[in-house]
């Protein structure tokens, strides 16, 4: 079997995620050659000529990328393969050019296995080397930082300008290679380089010998040296802002501390199930198991009777309908956000009857009216302050805008200020995290009244003593009245599960909230 692979080790090291991968299977590097010719303005024309085996499967494609991080360019690009040079295109036989900050290339090739084909890369990279006072350093990568493949001899050969005068002579960051000199160069070589071993060559040359100026590149890196503390302080200012924006809000709209033992535990009956879990928070909060507590309360107050579908001959796990009763009696007094849950069980009913499971997914996938209605007889019900609420908004939205303002902010640094360095990127950081901040602030704020706040604490009260007795039986009369509370709470499950047992037998009117409360949305 063929496989197409694409290369992205030949020549250059990879990402840090890729250190940890195997070497490529039937792929290596019997020679891997670089030649360096430093000319008297800086730059460095460079051949890198490889001669790769192809083993034990089909290649049909090889790449290298050359950063141009360090440089002013990489210009005067060809590619050859097996000593012929290549053209420009997106078919066998030849290269694709990518340009931009790095240099790639692309050889496509006819699929090959056990054969060796050479690859030779030739480019100009200007302003190579740096200038401090009169000394004129070069620092390059001969071998790639990471590559899945093993080498089998490595040589590096560097040439000098003739009127250039050497103050250090070259060598490599790594032991094993051996320099000689050959003429007009020197040359370096090591046998049996391991996998994703890399190699980097220092050499330093009399500036005043040589017809340089500092390049571009270096002139950006000190220039972004020099404001990278502006940056950091400009971004220790945005966060201080932020932090400042939060504080003066929390003074601003300071409470002070209730005793929770002066706190007694909400009665049964004093709010519906639904609103007294949904204000637990200090802020209201509505989910899918209000919707399920607001169905238990209605089966409870007997607006809907749950009733055991027999069939003859049936077997297994009963089956249970859902019936009005009394909803349309004057009697009946329903919420809006009950209203909600009637309506629509009364949208897909037949005959009066929808089957329990129908029922359960109908009524939580109202989710959106049924929290504009609950949360509307919150603020009726003057559990809410407006101007808590306002503010709570506010710091949401700004924390939303401040948010896309960074992320604008990054993009543009990143691409069109980039020569400033990274320093610059501390800016949208901060942004980014003072616009965190307000989002989860605006969202955690407590917008509960003084009277909600107190209600809250009640219910939370109650809420704590069901939650300490929930793995122990409840009576009957104890789960029919506090249920829908456990329910909206997320104890329904284990109430049920530890209640079931102590139920008188033939108590089927309960039976059935097994089925409501191991409902997906029963438990959070």
């Known amino acids: 079997m063929k496989f197409r692979v694409l290369l992205c080790v030949a020549l250059l090291g990879w990402p840090s995620i890729v250190a940890a991968q195997a070497p490529t299977r039937g792929l290596r590097a019997e020679r891997f050659e670089v030649t360096l010719s430093v000319l008297p303005d800086g730059s460095i024309d460079v051949t890198e000529t490889v001669a790769f085996r192809f083993t034990r499967k089909t ?114 960051n790594r032991d094993g290679w051996t320099f000689r000199a050959g003429g007009d160069a020197w040359v370096a070589e090591k046998q049996n ?31 972004a040296a020099d404001l990278a503390p502006a940056f950091v302080v400009a971004a220790i200012i945005l966060l201080v802002s932020g932090v400042g924006v939060v504080g003066m809000m929390a003074v601003r709209y300071h409470r002070p501390a209730i005793d929770r033992a002066t706190i007694l535990p909400a009665e049964a009956g004093s709010a519906p199930a639904a609103i007294a879990t949904a204000v637990r928070h200090g802020r209201v909060r509505v989910g899918l198991p209000q919707v399920l507590a607001t169905f238990v309360e209605l089966a409870s107050r007997g607006v809907l ?13 009963p089956q249970f309908q859902v019936v009005v009763v009394n909803a349309g009696s004057s009697a009946v007094k329903l919420r809006p956000h009950e209203q909600v849950v009637m309506d629509v069980l009364w949208l897909h009913m037949k005959h009066g009857v929808l089957d329990l499971k129908e029922a ?147 108590e089927a009117t309960l039976t059935w909230l097994q089925e409501v409360v191991s409902h997906p949305s029963g438990a959070r």
């Open 59 to 172: 290649f049909s494609e090889v790449e290298r990328v050359i950063p141009g991080r360090r440089t002013d360019g990489l210009i005067d690009v060809t590619a050859s393969m097996d000593g012929q040079v290549l053209s420009e295109g997106r078919n066998r036989g030849q290269i694709r050019i990518r340009r931009g900050r790095d240099l790639r290339v692309i050889w496509r090739f006819a699929d090959t296995i056990d054969r060796t084909h050479t690859f030779t890369l030739q480019y100009r990279a200007m302003g190579a080397l740096t200038r401090t006072n009169n000394r004129a350093r070069l620092d390059w990568q001969v071998l790639p930082a990471r590559h899945r493949y093993e080498i089998g001899l490595a040589r590096v050969v560097i040439h000098a300008p003739a009127s250039a005068t050497r103050l250090e002579l070259p060598h490599l």
């Open 193 to 223: 380089v391991r996998v994703h071993e890399s190699a980097q060559l220092t050499e330093v040359f009399d500036a005043t010998t040589m017809a340089m100026a500092p390049p571009t590149w270096q002139g950006q890196a000190e220039r």
């Open 305 to 317: 009777r749950i009733k055991e579908a027999r069939t003859e001959g049936a077997k297994g796990k």
């Open 360 to 506: 359960l997914r109908r009524v939580t996938g109202v989710m959106g009216p049924f929290k504009a209605a609950l949360v509307q007889e919150v603020k009726d019900t003057g559990l809410v302050d407006a101007e808590r609420t306002w503010a709570s908004r506010g710091l949401s939205a700004s924390g939303g805008f401040v948010m896309a303002l960074a992320l604008v902010a990054a993009v543009l640094f990143a691409t069109w200020l980039a020569p400033l360095g990274g320093a610059l990127l501390l800016i949208p950081a901060a942004l980014g995290v003072v616009g965190l901040l307000f989002i989860i602030v605006g969202q955690s704020f407590p917008t509960l009244s003084a009277h909600g706040l107190v209600q809250s604490e009640r219910w939370a009260a109650r809420l704590a003593l069901l939650r300490a007795s929930a793995k122990t039986p409840w009576p009957v009369a104890d789960v029919e009245t506090w249920l829908p509370v456990a329910v909206g709470a997320g104890l329904g499950p284990a109430v049920v599960k530890h209640s079931a047992g102590s139920w008188p037998a033939g």
